[in-house]
Structure formats: C-alpha cells, structure tokens
C-alpha cells in the first residue's frame, strides 16, 4: 500500500483549504480503531474529513458518509464535547517539509484558535493530538508512554511537542544543477536510493515516478546518467518544487498505486520503463499521455501495460485508494480468520458425529444379547459349571449360536448379565439418536455458512466486504464466534444480492449469505416466483421472478440452475442435482438457524456450474 508522502499531503491540504474553510464543525464520529471522522458545513456544502493514524495508511482527505453504527470509541467522544460547533479556521502544515497538519478551531472566523488538532502522517507513528490553546495534550488517538518512546512521549496533560526535527538537506528550488548533481552522485549508488537519503520530503513512489517519466531506469547507479540524462532529472525535480508551490496537482490512479503529479512528456520517446526496468529498445515501446498527463504506458514487444484513471480531485483520490486497499486487507483477515473457525469447528463436530455413530453402531447388537439371552434361559439344562462358551440352536434358523460365558457365574447370570447389556444398549440409542440430529444439523448449517464462504475467494467491491461482515455478525450470534470488540453492522444497509438476467429476460435473485437467504426467501419472494438450490448440498438460495401472466421457459430454469450450482459448494462439478419450487412449499422450521429450510413439492434440474456466467 503507498503511503501519504509530503507532495500528496501538501496537495490534500491545498484542496481542503480551498474547499472547506471556513467551516463548522457538526458532529464527530470513529470509523474504526484508525479513522475519525469530522462532519463539516460550509455555506454550499456539508461533507465528511476523515483523519486516520493508520500505521501503513495515514491520511486526510474527504470521506463518505459513516454507516449507521453506534460510536463506542472514546477518543471521539472527547473531540465531539471540545470540538461540536466550532468554526474549522486553518489547515496548515506547523512547519515546512513535516507531514503534521495543524487543523485550527475557533468560535468563529477571525477570532484566535481555542483548539489544535495536530494530525501525524508520519507513517507507522501517526497519531492524531488534541490540544488547548496552551499547547497542553487534551487527548489524543493513541498515547505514547515514556517506556515506549523516550525521544518522544504523548500524554494527556503534557506540553504538546513536534516530531523530532528531520537532518536532510530540505529541496530548494533555487539550488543549481551542479551542486543538486553533485551531492546525489558523491557517492555513486543507485539513482533512485541516493535521492532518497539525501534530500528529505522524498518517498519511494514520488521519486519512482520522476525518474520513470524521465526515461531512467531507478535502479541504475549514478555513474551511469550522461549529461542529459542528468538534465532531464532536474527538470523533472523542478516541475516538482513548482508543483508544490503553486499547487499544480493533477490526481491518477497507476496500476502502482497512484500519483498526484502530471509529469511533463520525456523528449526521448525511443526508450521507455515498465515496472521500473528500462525497456530495450528493440520493443517498440508505444508511449502516450493518458488522462492529461504522462501516466500511461503501453509496451508491444513485453505485451505488459499501465493505464492511469484520472480523477477530479486528490480528495476522490486518496479516499477511493485507500478505502479500496484497507477493504482489501481487512477482507483477507476476516475471510481468514473465518475459514480457520470453520475447519476447526467442522472438525470438531464431525468427531463428535463419528462417536455418535459408533455408538449407535454398537447398539445394533443389543436385539442379539437379548436373543442370546432368551436361548441361555430355555436351555438352563445344558449348562455346566466352568463353562466359557455355549452353543445352542436358534429358535427360527435351528442353527448353531455361540454364546460367550462368564464361568464364574451360572446360566441365569449370565442370562441376566446379556439382558443388562440389551438395556444398556437399547437406551444409548434412544439417549444418542437426538445427539446425532443435532450435532448433524449444526454441521448442515456450518457447511453452508463455508459455502457462502467459499464464494467470496477474493475482494471485488464493497458489497463483498458486507458480506463477510454479515457472516461474521452471524457466526458472533449464533455463538460459534468469540468477539469482545463487536459492533452491530448498519441494520439499515440496503441488501444487495447477487442479480442476472435469463434468456429470456427474467431476473434472477441470488443471496450472498444466510441473512440474504431468509431475506430471499421469506421476505422478496412472490407467489409468481420460483425458486432454486442444490439438493442436499450446501449453497445460497436462488430465485427467480416471474411476473403474473408470463412462464419461465426451460432455458429461463436451466440458467436459474446454473447460477444455483455455481454458487453452491458443488461449483468445481460438471453437473449438479437442483431442486425448484414454489415459495410458497419452502418453510423454516421452529427454532432453525439463519438459512436452514426445508420444501416439498419440488423438481429437479441438472445444473451446470462451469456453464454460468457469473
């Protein structure tokens, strides 16, 4: 994930100051454990800014609207008591070069501050601080003991101090090529390393991208730039400096991560970079500006290529990357974390069933003790002390059966001790048929919810993220789940399930998890309507609408069938077993878990998952 540099801070504050100041401040309100979000209003416009110290993705920039979730965080709650009604005056860096903002409150425009709130983007020690006007540390996100950082404490109560000062030599604009040439390549190493330890500001995209627009390769030493190569470097390092004066930013979105600086053509269009490695020659690079500045590249000889996707401001920028980077991580993480809580707990449970089985199993013999025991009684005569084994003739078959003994008790005993086993046996089973039932049941349900687990391999939208979240929140009521620090999700979300169109034009409904299942089912369906699942085999309930007077053909089935499989656990087979009915033949029965049924009524079509087109 790219971080938040100086050049794309210094842009995201530009905008703001231009967009959001003045402002009031309305309400305050905490994402997660990283993000605070203030609610502005200007005299045209009401928004959201969101401040984050997330360690890889410390931002500010404008936001979307919070879902609607209690905030249970306290650092929110303490900026919301200090901070509601206050007129947002300043957005300004406390001093040139550092990526700490200083957003500025007061009564109202014009009048001297009463509030600071100092936001970090310092990378891993970002922080979000909150002081009075005497500079002393009201709260802040997160707080920094002495234990943990001697250089640099953060309590609340405590004079507020800037980072430690950074000791690079600060860019200037007014710096000559020769002495800038000089003190990169005083000691020869690669271009792009020797750039960043030298002058600070810097990070390794910004620096990747001005090299990379310059013709050169970033990994190539020093030694090897001829003079124009040098030149071509320094214009771009100037168009740079310019850029953060002046404000010229124009925001993309690279197949890299992205970019808020529209980097001039290169006048040498015989040599590009993919990836950073320079391209021979040979491969006929095709170089083109896309979006209005040179961010596009595409190579004909290497078959590799960049596209850009400009945006409108850095603010769409930043919240569109970001949100999409930490929906990606925190997808993967959860979508983990619910796997491995699945396989242990089918695991276990499957044991427990094995048990059971075996159980019931050994209650099968328990009508041969008795028959055993029912011969020993009417043969009492043919019984000898010591005996171990006895064979007499069966009552229907007139066969020989063996019957072990206990030679230190005498027939009736035995007798006796064959018809205790019989009972035994005989309440096991009553006592661990209901046990299977539910154990199996519970199994059913889990290999469902991994079904729609199984579904979700990678993160395409935001939908998908709301889709873990509901099979999480369903895990943590169901108790299967362990969460001290859950939260409900937004009750009010509108529910998005999976639609198609069939050949003939109907639309086809798919639920994305349990709760989307019973909503499809219960809730959306009509009495015109059909609907689908693979039988006996986990997967999400399907439906499809058909309005009054119309017929759903064999195609319109086969199709519903197809999708039903492919979102089922069967999706790798080459035909699936699917059921369909109506509604109306699909109950819940009492006391079932989330997307659990059962139906009558139904057909069945051969659904063939590789033919869908999801």
């Keep these: 994930m790219q971080p938040v540099d100086l050049t794309t801070l210094t842009a995201a504050c530009s905008e703001l100051r231009a967009q959001w100041l003045p402002a009031r401040l309305e309400q305050v309100y905490q994402r997660d454990r990283f993000t605070v979000s203030l609610a502005l209003r200007t005299m045209n416009k009401r928004g959201w800014i969101d401040l984050s110290w997330h360690p890889v993705a410390a931002r500010i920039c404008v936001g979307d609207p919070p879902p609607r979730i209690p905030d249970t965080f306290t650092f929110s709650q303490q900026l919301r008591h200090q901070l509601s009604g206050l007129a947002l005056v300043s957005i300004a860096p406390i001093s040139p070069w550092e990526r700490v903002v200083d957003l500025q409150f007061a009564q109202r425009p014009g009048e001297p501050a009463l509030w600071h709130l100092y936001a970090e983007i310092i990378g891993k020690y970002s922080n979000v601080i909150l002081t009075a006007h005497d500079n002393l540390v009201v709260t802040c996100a997160h707080q920094v003991s002495a234990k943990q950082s001697s250089v640099r404490p ?34 020869p190493g690669q271009l792009h390393r020797n750039l960043l330890k030298n002058y600070r500001g810097l990070s390794k995209a910004l620096i990747w991208s001005m090299i990379r627009s310059a013709n050169l390769d970033p990994e190539q030493s020093t030694d090897s730039l001829s003079p124009h190569d040098w030149q071509q470097l320094f214009q771009r390092w100037q168009y740079w400096l310019e850029s953060l004066e002046n404000s010229k930013f124009k925001p993309s979105l690279t197949a890299q991560g992205y970019t808020v600086i529209d980097w001039p053509a290169p006048e040498n269009h015989n040599v590009g970079a993919v990836d950073g490695a320079c391209v021979p020659s040979n491969t006929s690079p095709i170089l083109s500006p896309l979006g209005g500045g040179w961010g596009g590249l595409t190579s004909i000889g290497t078959g590799r290529e960049e596209l850009t996707s400009a945006f409108p401001s850095v603010q769409e920028l930043l919240n569109s990357y970001y949100t999409s980077e930490i929906n990606q991580e925190v997808f993967a993480q959860v979508r983990h974390q619910l796997s491995q809580k699945l396989i242990n707990l089918l695991a276990k449970l499957k044991l427990k069933a094995n048990t059971f089985k075996q159980k019931l199993q050994q209650s099968e013999v328990a009508d041969t003790h008795k028959s055993q025991a029912d011969l020993l009684m009417a043969n009492l005569q043919h019984w000898q002390p010591g005996m171990k084994t006895i064979s007499l003739p069966d009552f229907e078959t007139n066969q020989p059966v063996a019957i072990p003994l206990n030679p230190e008790k005498n027939a ?55 889709t873990l979240a509901e099979i999480r929140e369903e895990l943590i009521q169901q108790k299967y789940l362990d969460a001290p620090d859950y939260r409900s999700t937004d009750k009010n979300a509108a529910i998005e399930f999976h639609r198609y169109q069939t050949p003939s034009g109907f639309e086809l ?12 089912t219960f809730r ?32 319109d ?57 999801a």
């Design 412 to 466: 009736v005993q035995n007798a006796q001790a064959l018809y205790k086993k019989h009972q035994k046996l005989k309440r096991a089973r009553i006592a661990v048929e209901p046990l299977l039932a539910a154990v199996q049941e519970e199994i059913d349900y889990l290999e469902q919810v991994e079904a729609a687990l199984s579904v979700l391999e990678t993160y395409r939208n935001t939908q998908d993220l709301q």
């Design 509 to 520: 409904l798919i639920g994305r998890n349990n709760r989307q299942n019973d909503q499809l």
């Design 557 to 613: 089935l086969q199709f519903a069938a197809n999708m039903a499989a492919y979102y089922s656990r069967a999706r790798q087979s080459e035909q699936v077993p699917v059921v369909y009915t109506e509604p109306k033949y699909v109950y819940k029965p009492k006391g079932a878990k989330p997307g659990m049924v059962v139906y009558k009524q139904e057909r069945i079509v051969w659904g063939r998952p590789q033919q869908a087109t």
């Design 154 to 187: 953060i309590q609340t109560g405590q004079p507020y101090e800037m980072p430690p000062a950074l000791t690079d030599t600060a860019p200037s604009a007014i710096e000559p090529q020769n002495r800038w040439q000089e003190r990169i390549s005083l000691v």
């Design 524 to 555: 959306v369906a009509g009495d015109y309507d059909i609907w689908f699942h693979t039988l006996e085999i986990p997967g999400s309930h399907a439906l499809l609408r058909v309005t009054p007077g119309t017929v759903a053909e064999e195609a």
